[in-house]
């Protein structure tokens, strides 16, 4: 920590005199996540903090589609990324002339987006979800049959406990799309008494032998409130690392992938971003209003 110190302290001032706050999502670093952010959650928190900011700049440390997230709820504000390269595998996966083809082919059928799009997709959207609310918004919408996109294991992982049908796209996280079944069976023989945690951006054969899943939010939420002697998160490894320095008696084991998109926010193009004003986070105004929509109703939905 003394290495990243003087870096940490002139973000803080530069924080200040620039009228900035930093939200950043759980799989930043812990010397972001507990060294410079005003505020951290899941996506889902971090969409409805993005509504209650009073600074004028938005510091994003987190992946693109986040940050437009933030640009949609705050058009009136600078929304800065500090790489805009810091992309996503599930986003990239499907486009706005996929989610209309789809429409075309069920027509009427309600199209629920997990926030890991575009705001061209979240725009000719009925509504978003994140992990941690996608059961409720699946259950809400109307109808019986729901267009669950872009990302298939959180689609399958939520159709097994609805009643309702739900229709799949192919996309899948990079980070989470290649645990399987057998790493966590290895890693209940390896671990017998450790307690085993999943995001449910994981193939459903993993999501099924877990003791929990949930959002990364949600995953935290347990490690504190359970305080099992021993636990693997099987996510972005930086979740550990962040929470560990929270909770005392919890021994992390690892069983985590890094996620290099969220990775390539780091203090010190946190730093520059302040300094520079860049790179700031447009979106074109005909998707502004369409896309607000479709997170603001899942916020509404969520409460
Ligand atoms: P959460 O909404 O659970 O934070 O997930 C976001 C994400 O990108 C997970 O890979
Ligand atoms: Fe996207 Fe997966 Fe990285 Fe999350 S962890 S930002 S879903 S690639």
Known sequence: WSFYAPLILQINRLKKQKDAVILAHNYQTPQIFHGVADVVGDSLQLAVEATKVEQSVIVQCGVHFMAETSKILNPQKTVLIPDSRAGCSLAESISAEDVEAMREMYPGVPVVTYVNTSAAVKAVTDVCCTSSNALDIVE????DTVI????????QNTAKKTNKKVITWAGACEVHETFTAEDIAE???AYPAAKIIAHPECPPEVVDVVDFAG???AMIDWVKTEKPQRVVMVTECSMSDNVASETTGVD??????ICPHMKRINLENVLWSLHTGTEEVTVPEDII???????????????
């Open 289 to 303: 209003a369409p896309a607000r929509q479709a997170v603001e109703r899942m916020i509404e939905m969520s409460r």
């Open 215 to 217: 959002s990364t939010a």
């Open 140 to 143: 809400k919408v109307d109808g």
């Open 148 to 155: 669950m996109i872009p990302d298939q294991f959180l689609a």
């Open 187 to 189: 890693l209940r023989h």
């Open 252 to 257: 992390f084991l690892r069983g985590c992938n």
